[in-house]
């Protein structure tokens, strides 16, 4: 499938324009039924064809609450957030979190008793940033990750072999590049935003260490990451490119010969491509090093603010933990994304052969999940260093120098509470 | 007076207080509600570890103004706005009077060209910044102005993600300037229609040679008032910073560390995942002195108000 850019443009405007007819009462409407207390659930907007139908579907067939589905386009995570401040926000939401600040904050209420007997089903990398203090917050509803991909045409024709190290991949990159292809896609921000700590984990270091420090506080950081400022000076990397990285388009239309995206594109990827295409994790650094992908989920939540929070609580463990068929219907029935229980996982014909096998074991042998210590502040100051590593070639050393300064104070705040 | 006069005076006074307040009343609550419950709101919240709440009850003091000066990349988002402006306010008020002088001096067609000129105002700043990035700017061949380049036998360039040189000022400052030129030219004509014909002709009697001199000497200094006029509302626009650097910069993990006015450094900071409400309401705060000193500067340094005889 090529997308254009004027058809891209076309049906970003004609969603755009759908959107804005949409009503935003909060209350009543499509997917109501059942008795017993009103329940708003929130989800963000997905953009595979059916979700909003599947989940409105699932809403209408819970018997014990009316439950009527928000699909909520734009900035998710502010609307919930603001949502949270006040009475009117929903009773059950989805959300990329639920972050440490939400937890502290008591916005979100305690799931725990809801995993009982099924806790060990989820997949462990996923449901540890759900859980604080030894209590789970939410319950993860399907894992999404990302990878590389690689046209193996073009790998061939540039006799280079897939990259296995990060060092491979910087040369591969330069080898890929001509006038009209680039080598690699990292995102329009020459990767700093996609790829977070991923550079980190790939070098056998982590974002934050399981007693709660500063994970990349070694050499070995300001080694990876310099290698990824390597990959810009050498204008291997596409950017600027109109569809940005978690689109395939860019790979599709031949833009760049590697693209760093999700599972979810993976459809798109092999009915466009066919056979000529691979997967690869992020390539490890190093002698410590080992391949990492980087592993998330967005989970469901009850708000401490609702009037029904036990309803909330039992509609959500009878979607989330009961119903196995609709969790494995939204996992693989519209987009792509790997169930979040261990169970659903191995029986998925979908992730059987092929790259989506390759994805599963990436993400069970690989995966590592953002670490619910690694706040918004942290990240912020991060990125803003791995930016400036990239593009302006500044000094890895100083510039994490800063960060795990920013950091630490940063845990210490979040540790205190 | 009679004591029936005294009364229906005493009424009419009484009937003007009810009036006065049925008229502004409602404007007066609304800007009290709207305005200084969230202004004062704001500046409570400033003093308090305000994660994740409205109503905090810790207490930090002048903590978050402290934590905010010392952080580097809100100083640098000040920095950011200083050269913003100092790129925008020039450029846009050279560029609107040259349009103004331009269109003033046609004979023919004039109603048309003011309008063309004057269209882009219309046009939001989400929707042009988004052309901007996505067609006329974008980093591949098929750009428009990689298209240029390509046939000059040039290279692509990627406007909006190099730093050195920093090309995104050329596609931020272009957008604004395409935005806001026609705007302002309406504001300079009008201004020159106000000149009087009879200085331009005694200028001729007494010898002035048309152009640079009489510019100089005649038009620039009437349009003084105009000019004041322009100079501050363009500076209070760049100020306001946010549409077009948002769309054009921002992706779905954030912002990069360069070109970050103050307001999208707060916007990340109090809004989205960060949340921390109490150090945005603290910059907020701290923007808003900025505002207000630079505003009253200006003002006394044009003579804002001034009149004409002073």
Known sequence: MTISRRGLLATGAAVGLLTACGSDTGRGGAGESGSGPALSQWYHQYGEQGTEQAVKKYAAAYKKARVAVQWRPGNYDQQTAAAL?????????????????????????????????????????????????????????????QMLFYRKSLLEDAGVRPPRTLDELVDTAAKLTDKEVKGLFLGNDAGAGVLGGTPLYAAGLSLVTDDGKVGFDDPAAARALGKLHQLYADKSLLLGAPADWSDPSAFLQGL???????????????????????????????????????????????????????????????????????????????????PARISLAKRADKLKDGAAADAVRFTTEHGYAQPLLWTPAAQTAYQDALNRIIKDGANPESELKKVVRRVSAELARVTSK | MSAAQAQSAKRITRNRTGWFWVFVGPFVLGLGLFTYVPLGWSVWLSFFDAHNTVTPDRFVGLDNYIALLRDEAFRSSLWTFCVFTLFIVPTTYAASLALALMVNRLRRAQAFFRSVFFLPAACSYVVAALIWKMSLFNGVRFGLANTLLGYAGADSVAWLSTTDPPWYWLVIVTVRLWLQAGFYMILFLAGLQRISPTLYEAAAVDGARPGWQVFRHITFPQLRATSVAVVLLLVINAFQAFDEFYNLLSDARGYPPYARPPLVYLYYTALG??????????????????????????????????????
């Open chain 1, 85 to 145: 401040l006040t009475t009117s926000g929903p009773d059950v939401f989805e959300v990329n979190g639920p972050s440490l600040d939400q937890i502290q904050g008591k916005q979100v209420a305690d799931l725990t008793e809801l995993f009982e007997g099924v806790k060990d089903d989820f997949n462990p990398a996923v449901l540890a940033p759900k859980t604080y203090d030894g209590r789970i917050w939410g319950i993860p509803q399907v894992i999404d990750m």
């Open chain 1, 256 to 338: 760049t010969a590697m693209q760093w995206s999700g599972l979810w594109a993976l459809p798109a990827v092999q009915k466009a491509l066919g056979d000529d295409f691979g997967v690869l994790p992020f390539p490890k650094d190093g002698a410590d090093g080992a391949p990492s992908v980087p592993v998330g989920a967005y989970s469901a939540a009850v708000s401490t603010r609702s009037a029904h929070q036990e309803a909330g609580k039992d509609f959500l463990k009878w979607l989330w933990i009961e119903r196995t068929d609709y969790q494995e219907d939204f996992a693989l029935g519209y987009g792509f994304h790997i």
């Open chain 2, 273 to 310: 995942q960060g949340q921390n409400l109490g150090l945005g309401s603290a910059g907020a705060v701290l923007l808003a002195l900025i505002i207000a000193v630079v505003t009253v500067g200006q003002a006394r340094w044009f003579g804002l108000g001034r009149k004409e005889a002073d």
